[in-house]
T-cell receptor
């Protein structure tokens, strides 16, 4: 079956702009989480969506937001981009959210560069 | 969240076994130990997980200490493709799908 698809793969934006990233989870998966990866901070949890509701949120400013649609596809939005937002943004999908044995499947990520 | 500590980097020769350690001294009774790895230019991928007993799968083995305060991921015969950053993560039902990643161990495999 198809894996997690993230689009676009690469993106260059200017400071102050906003950006929307998309994630299509594996068919049947209902949980989608987003992570930011930078060389300095590593992988950091942004938020988690399940059944169109945000279930968990990491320690990021309100400029970072997301949503999940009824087909489980998810988008994340970053407004008023800053240079420090340059990162690899990873999406992970899981069948459910409550089982600690559930495997998470990660996409290849979207590489965002803010200039 | 419970924390894990791992060596920053390790090196191995191709076709030799590799033992990647992880310390999790504050682990709770309901925390599962998961290992993920991230190959260059890829998202993390699942390797193995366990609770109390040692586990084996086609990719690796997981040895868990009796007191559960540490664990070791074992790659039986390292290949060049195993060069990656390996993350040891604790997961509990209370965390949902929030994975707390540490810096991980960067494994280099020498031909």
């Amino acid at each position: 079956k198809a894996g997690v698809t993230q689009t676009p793969r690469y993106l260059i934006k200017t400071r102050g702009q906003q950006v929307t990233l998309s994630c299509s989870p594996i068919s049947g998966h209902r949980s989608v989480s987003w992570y930011q990866q930078t060389p300095g901070q590593g992988l950091q949890f942004l938020f988690e969506y399940f059944s169109e509701t945000q279930r968990n949120k990491g320690n990021f400013p309100g400029r970072f937001s997301g949503r999940q649609f009824s087909n489980s596809r998810s988008e994340m939005n970053v407004s008023t981009l800053e240079l420090g937002d340059s990162a690899l943004y990873l999406c992970a999908s899981s069948l459910n959210r409550v089982s600690p044995t559930t495997e998470a499947f990660f996409g290849q990520g979207t590489r965002l560069t803010v200039v | 969240d419970a924390k894990t500590t791992q060596p920053n980097s390790m090196e191995s020769n191709e076709e030799e076994p590799v033992h990647l350690p992880c310390n999790h001294s504050t682990i709770s009774g309901t925390d599962y130990i998961h290992w993920y790895r991230q190959l260059p230019s890829q998202g993390p991928e699942y390797v193995i997980h366990g609770l109390t007993s040692n586990v084996n799968n086609r990719m690796a083995s997981l040895a868990i200490a009796e007191d559960r305060k540490s664990s070791t991921l074992i790659l039986h015969r390292a290949t060049l493709r195993d060069a990656a950053v390996y993350y040891c993560i604790l997961r509990d039902v209370a965390y949902g799908q929030n994975f707390v990643f540490g810096p991980g161990t960067r494994l280099s495999v020498l031909p």
